[in-house]
């Protein structure tokens, strides 16, 4: 069984950062992409950035330029620095882990790829 727990969120006004992160535990294998989603009320979860496992990040384009994901695999460990953030940012953002152990991030944005979900960390960013 493998555990995903996130941290980090919270509430800021528009221009501001938060990072969030995510503890993998359990049968972890330091390999797989790994990915942050994001679900607004109301709306359909979404891609926002993956990471594979040579540690190459891929970006939603409403996030590029304003988000960074990365990985400390030696603390199984996933971060996303969220840096300019705006209103439209508002969700609750959810770590995933791909269900590939080659550490593709084949298909990053369907969610049918990913087998292990945290409970996710709300982000509220006010105007």
């Known amino acids: 069984q493998v555990l995903l727990v996130e941290s980090g969120g919270g509430s800021v006004q528009a221009g501001g950062s938060l990072r969030l992160s995510c503890v993998v535990s359990?049968?972890?294998?330091?390999?797989?992409?790994m990915a942050w989603f994001r679900q607004a009320p109301g709306m359909e979860r979404e891609g926002v950035a993956a990471?594979?496992?040579?540690?190459?990040?891929i970006y939603a384009d409403s996030v590029k330029g304003r988000f960074t994901i990365s990985r400390d695999n030696a603390k199984n460990t996933l971060y996303l620095q969220m840096n300019s953030l705006r209103p439209e940012d508002t969700a609750i953002y959810y770590c995933a882990r791909h269900s590939r152990y080659d550490g593709s991030c084949t298909q990053w944005g369907s969610r049918d790829k990913y087998n292990y979900w945290g409970q996710g960390t709300q982000v509220a960013v006010s105007s």
């Open positions: 359990g049968r972890t294998a330091s390999t797989n992409c």
């Open positions: 990471i594979d496992g040579g540690g190459i990040g």
